[in-house]
């Protein structure tokens, strides 16, 4: 998934009505403001109410049901290998989400109001997303991959955070790194 790719779904989203905030890989890039490393798919929270409405507007451009795991989890993919990871989000009065089935042990994901202000750019074009301390916690409770050991250290790195216990060492090994 190109960062060309990501604004323009985006962009064709807003355009529909539909808020979107970019999360997994793409909302790391986006707050630091750079693709740091290649995507394979795009991850983005969305209202669980809209998700009909996305699957209609995604069509046009190629997307089409891959996973249909509502409310917990949509994904769209188009014949070129394109994947849209959809995080359905049901939202309380005061703007908190939750996304239902996809936290720990089966539980709801918790979404806090703040934690969806985020605001950072892909392709030059301004983007909602997660904010730092959000994607973070989403980074938590399951085996590290090379690509969530890269996300938390630009994370911790690049807003100052600390580091879960099971990235501890990657962040540290990343600090002596820089000062060989």
């Not at 359905?88 to 042990?105: H, K, T, Y």
């Not at 997660?130 to 409770?141: C, E, K, Q």
């Amino acid at each position: 998934m190109t960062n060309a790719e990501v604004a323009r779904i985006v962009a064709y989203l807003e355009s529909a009505g539909i808020r979107i905030w970019l999360d997994g890989g793409w909302g790391v890039d986006a707050l630091v403001g750079e693709e740091t490393r290649p995507h394979s798919d795009l991850d983005a929270a969305v209202e669980l109410e809209k998700t009909d409405s996305i699957i209609a507007a995604l069509a046009s451009l190629g997307f089409q049901v891959d996973a249909d795991d509502r409310p917990t989890r949509l994904v769209l993919a188009a014949n070129d290998g394109r994947h849209i990871d959809f995080h359905p989000l049901v939202l309380d009065e005061q703007g908190n989400g939750r996304q239902i089935g996809a936290g720990p042990n089966g539980g709801d994901a918790i979404y806090p109001a703040q934690g969806l202000t985020g605001k950072g750019t892909v392709y030059g074009r301004p983007v909602a997303c997660l904010t730092a301390a959000l994607l973070l916690r989403h980074h938590m409770g399951y085996e590290p991959t090379a690509k969530d050991r890269h996300n938390v250290r630009l994370l911790c790195e690049r807003f100052g955070l600390a580091a879960p216990t099971a990235y501890v060492n990657v962040v540290r090994e990343a600090k002596s790194d820089t000062l060989d």
